[in-house]
């Protein structure tokens, strides 16, 4: 798994190490009782939504292997043209077709064919602008999902997309445009909201505390957040045992993950929170909210 001989400065060996560690470093903090997926769920046909290239591997990723090796078909598709995440060292048009190539050797480590990619191509951070087009899309997509067996009752297609309150505003939107698109499926999915950016706050990361007033923020976010958890993440994949091959994959992702050489302040996954962000997604469970259409205008 080593990258380079770098090893103490290297963000993606660091990366890797904490991956391998992490297996053994328990469970999401603070979550109380979670319903395992069972092998029948497992099996289950998926679309797996992701507003950028490295979603799916972050918050699915052992899910897809496990998915796989169940014997589901799973297609992914990227919202976004993933073309902005470094826009100050990276011109976006190359980064978009880098983090392609990226996410088409991530799903290559997952035991994902190419074909089961889509790229939809939206400009990043220009979301908002293209609501209707974005639905239409999806909406299409999911419906050539649904095989003649589905229809016909025998299975259920599983669609996996941002929750609703994550902390990205393009991944809430995507939740909400995604809500949409489900609409209009002329049978129902099963919808499992996955958690990304919402690992970025107390008590999974968050930076340092300097003042009386940020402790007092950051106490309220806490329990905000655990209550947050408690009450919505009720279901998870089991990830423990191929959470090498989920590290491989998002290595993957060599423009999130590691700096290029000489460039010291090029940021990468492996910084926010000082690991302690990446490393929520090396856990033994990946979760999720399994929300219906009633729970969409909730209480937060
Ligand atoms: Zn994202």
Redesign the pocket.
């Known amino acids: 798994m080593a990258c380079c001989n770098q090893l103490a400065s290297c963000k993606t060996c660091r990366l890797a190490g904490d991956a391998i560690r992490a297996s053994a470093c328990g469970d999401v903090a603070g979550l109380r009782t979670a319903k395992i997926f069972s092998t029948h769920e497992l099996a289950q046909p998926a679309v797996i939504i992701?507003?950028?290239a490295?979603?799916e591997v972050l918050a699915c990723g052992g899910t897809i292997i496990q998915k796989l090796r169940a014997g589901a078909e799973i297609t992914v598709i990227f919202i976004t043209d993933s073309s902005r995440s470094h826009v100050r060292w990276i011109k976006p048009t190359s980064m978009s077709w880098t983090r392609k190539q990226e996410a088409i050797a991530a799903a290559d480590v997952l035991g994902l064919d190419k074909d089961r990619l889509v790229f939809l191509d939206f400009p990043e951070t220009h979301l908002a602008s293209y609501r209707k087009m974005v639905i239409n899309r999806l909406a299409v997509i999911l419906c050539k999902s649904i095989s003649p067996a589905l229809k016909a009752g025998a299975g259920e297609l599983q669609v996996f997309i941002p929750y609703r309150y994550d902390l990205?505003i393009?991944?809430k939107l995507v939740n909400e445009l995604a809500w949409i698109a489900i609409q209009k499926m002329p049978v129902p999915a099963a919808v499992f909201e996955y958690p990304?950016?919402f690992f970025n706050q107390w008590p999974w990361a968050a930076g340092k505390v300097r003042t009386p007033a940020q402790l007092f923020g950051r106490v309220g976010q806490f329990i905000h957040s655990r209550r947050q958890l408690r009450r919505d993440f009720t279901m998870a994949v089991a990830i423990k045992y191929v959470i090498q091959q989920k590290a491989g994959a998002l290595l993957a992702y060599h423009s999130q993950v590691s700096r290029p050489i000489g460039q010291q302040k090029y940021p990468v996954l492996g910084d926010v929170a000082d690991g302690r962000f990446l490393r929520s997604f090396f856990r033994e469970h990946e979760i999720y909210h399994q929300a219906n259409l009633q729970d969409q205008v909730g209480e937060k």
């Open positions: 992701a507003p950028h490295d979603d990205n393009e991944h990304v950016w």
